[in-house]
T-cell receptor, first 117, second 109 residues
Framework: NAGVMQNPRHLVRRRGQEARLRCSPM?????VYWYRQLPEEGLKFMVY????????ESGMPKERFSAEFPKEGPSILRIQQVVRGDSAAYFC???????????????FGPGTRLTVL | QKEVEQNSGPLSVPEGAIASLNCTYS??????FFWYRQYSGKSPELIMS????GDKEDGRFTAQLNKASQYVSLLIRDSQPSDSATYLC?????????FGKGTLLTVNP
């Protein structure tokens, strides 16, 4: 399967615990984006990463949220001390390198549904 | 604040009809526009991208872009029940996409 992979697909956490969401981009893609979708709301941009670099994190809450895309391995979105308001679907998307045809077409993974009890 | 507005819907059309979905955007700097389809409980699926003024056709789908009016639309010809989904309009620059809230389309057999 050459698509964007995310795991886990469903994650249940109690308030105060940590949530780690993983994303492996599509083969050949080097740009990763994280979005959050709350019930009845649109997709909201959170962060844009390339390997070992955070390019734009303007959509990330200032506290408790962090993201990384290491040289080896998947991108990780980490939420510390989760609260009920963090319950949402978190989607990862990936795209080609800039300059490639269609480079800014973003393809989404299946998402992680986070439920905070 | 950059915004993308979609006609709120829901939109209901009979099978075989043309479904018309509309979107306006506030950021004149936006260069790229996309339509995604999202089935309930699933992830967004890219169905069309458009970068230049005019029409772009792909099978039963036609995207239209008018940068002067800051308007994007998607026409679905010969609508099928399997087209029933929420359609998301997105616009952006080099990487950051702003999404509308989506329009729920129902195609009735």
């Amino acid at each position: 399967n050459a698509g964007v992979m995310q795991n886990p697909r469903h994650l249940v956490r109690r308030r105060g615990q940590e949530a780690r969401l993983r994303c492996s981009p599509m083969k050949g893609h080097s740009h990763v984006y994280w979005y959050r979708q709350l019930p009845e709301e649109g997709l909201k941009f959170m962060v844009y990463l390339q390997k070992e670099n955070i390019i734009d994190e303007s959509g990330m809450p200032k506290e408790r949220f962090s993201a990384e895309f290491p040289k080896e391995g998947p991108s990780i979105l980490r939420i510390q001390q989760v609260v009920r308001g963090d319950s949402a679907a978190y989607f990862c998307a990936s795209s080609l390198s800039q300059g490639a045809p269609g480079f800014n077409e973003q393809f989404f993974g299946p998402g992680t549904r986070l439920t905070v009890l | 604040q950059k915004e993308v507005e979609q006609n709120s819907g829901p939109l209901s059309v009979p099978e075989g009809a043309i479904a018309s979905l509309n979107c306006t955007y506030s950021d004149r700097g936006s260069q790229s526009f996309f339509w995604y389809r999202q089935y309930s409980g699933k992830s967004p699926e890219l169905i069309m991208s458009i970068y230049s003024n005019g029409d772009k056709e792909d099978g039963r789908f036609t995207a239209q872009l008018n940068k002067a009016s800051q308007y994007v639309s998607l026409l679905i010809r010969d609508s099928q029940p399997s087209d029933s989904a929420t359609y998301l309009c997105a616009g952006g620059g080099n990487y950051k996409l702003t999404f509308g809230k989506g329009t729920l389309l129902t195609v009735n057999p």
